[in-house]
Nanobody
């Protein structure tokens, strides 16, 4: 059974940092693109960041560029999201996602989802 398990969420003050981690099990994602999405209360789930299988290319939604960094460790089958200079607008449940493709394709929907981890940024 394929599982993506997120960790690292929590409550932080505006301007603070959090690092989210996602551990995959049940299959290797070493040759698959990975990503992060988020869903704020009352809003649709939105794309946050993605990374190619080899880590050489990354993609971000405009609102997090320069503040968030996605990375991966294929040997550990993990992906992370370093979030700096957090803002109240970043408050959401963050979901780890796995793609069937090796390279991230814009607008593509993931094939695998984690259960999510809550991030709350207080002002």
């Amino acid at each position: 059974q394929v599982q993506l398990v997120e960790s690292g969420g929590g409550l932080v003050q505006a301007g603070g940092s959090l690092k989210l981690s996602c551990a995959a099990s049940g299959r290797s994602f070493s040759y698959n693109a990975m990503g992060w999405f988020r869903q704020a209360p009352g809003k649709e789930r939105e794309f946050v960041a993605a990374i190619h299988w080899n880590g050489l290319y990354t993609y971000y939604t405009d609102s997090v560029k320069g503040r968030f960094t996605i990375g991966r460790d294929n040997a550990k089958n993990t992906v992370h999201l370093q979030m700096n200079d957090l803002k109240p607008a970043d408050t959401a449940v963050y979901y780890c996602a796995g793609y069937s493709s090796s390279d991230y394709v814009s607008q593509a929907l993931p094939n695998y989802w984690g259960q999510g981890t809550q991030v709350i940024v207080s002002s």
